[in-house]
């Protein structure tokens, strides 16, 4: 792997949920650290667990071996302006570009429904329909450009179940409006739950690809999910999403991506699971072995 510019990273969701606290509430970042590194994955997203100072963080880091991949970032531009969302972001921004991130990943939480979006049904998602969608695009724009010239990291914005960018025509619309300064998080899993077609997003917007989410999908527990109009959340706590190869998601549009684009970042093995039903080690480094083989890592 040494001889390619794509690095293989893990998130911490599947030791700990940052949302559902219940969910691996007893595991601590050095053993997450210590047992994505023992696995062979190279680098690792923050967590919840994870110190978000420096001084606290960079030698966990360095002690387990491993890069810090990215972080996300829950921003509101739907709802604030440029310079209120350039102070938000400032204490994670320079925590990520101090430690050596590219990009850091962004998740719009502003425009949604209620206090708790994510334990409303799923019919409940948020529309572009419910904002000024081209004051948005253009702060977007400016925020990102900003981000990169402030502190050298790429914009990765993630499309995201119950979120305002969610569907195939909203991801078309928002990043037709944006400029090439925001990036695009490639998350297989909300793609594919949100009924998008992969080789269509990747041959429309592969450039503008600069950080890789790889996660699957149980085909009958997502289905439940939309036939019971359930939470998102409660999805995660039945099982919706699970690793890279225990599901039904076909990568090959992903794989030839990578392959043929010449693209340079992360790819990040990603399930958001309760660690008590799909226990850490066994369940990553599963996903670890089907990734490299699947990529020709």
């Not at 210590?34 to 994955?41: F, P, R």
């Not at 000024?132 to 993630?158: N, T, V």
């Not at 305002?164 to 998350?187: K, N, P, S, W, Y």
Request: a negative charge.
């Amino acid at each position: 792997m040494s001889n390619t510019p794509v690095r293989l990273g893990v998130s911490p969701l599947a030791w700990t949920n940052d949302v559902l606290e219940d969910l691996g509430d007893n595991v601590t970042a050095i053993q997450c650290m210590q047992e994505a590194a023992a696995i062979g994955y190279q680098g690792i997203e923050l967590g919840r667990k994870f110190p978000r100072e420096q001084a606290a963080l960079q030698p966990l880091l360095q002690e387990s071996g491993l890069s810090l991949a990215s972080g996300w970032f829950s921003g509101t531009l739907a709802d604030i302006s440029v310079e209120q969302e350039l102070q938000n972001v400032a204490a994670h921004a320079r925590l990520l570009s101090a430690l050596g991130c590219e990009v850091m990943v962004y998740g719009e939480c502003g425009g949604m429904p209620g206090d708790t979006p994510l334990d409303m049904g799923i019919s409940h998602s948020p529309t572009l329909s419910g904002i000024d969608f081209d004051a948005y695009a253009s702060r977007m724009s400016r925020f990102s450009s900003a981000l990169f010239q402030e502190y050298g990291l790429k914009l990765a914005y993630h499309h995201h179940l119950m979120m305002l960018v969610e569907h195939q025509d909203e991801i078309e619309r928002f990043f037709d409006a944006t400029g090439d300064d925001v990036g695009m998080l490639l998350d297989t899993g909300h793609a594919v739950a949100a009924g998008c077609d992969l080789q269509a997003l990747i041959s429309r917007f592969g450039s503008r690809i600069c950080h890789i989410h790889l996660k699957d999908i149980r085909r009958e527990r997502m289905a439940q999910l939309y036939d019971r109009d359930e939470s998102f959340n409660e999805g995660v706590r039945g099982g919706m999403f699970t690793v890279p190869g225990d599901g039904y998601i076909d990568y090959r549009p992903v794989v030839d991506f990578v392959s043929g684009s010449g693209y340079r970042g992360w790819l990040i093995v990603e399930a958001e699971q309760d660690p008590l039903k799909a226990p850490p080690v066994p369940t990553v480094t599963r996903a670890f072995n089907h990734v490299k083989h699947l990529f020709s890592l």
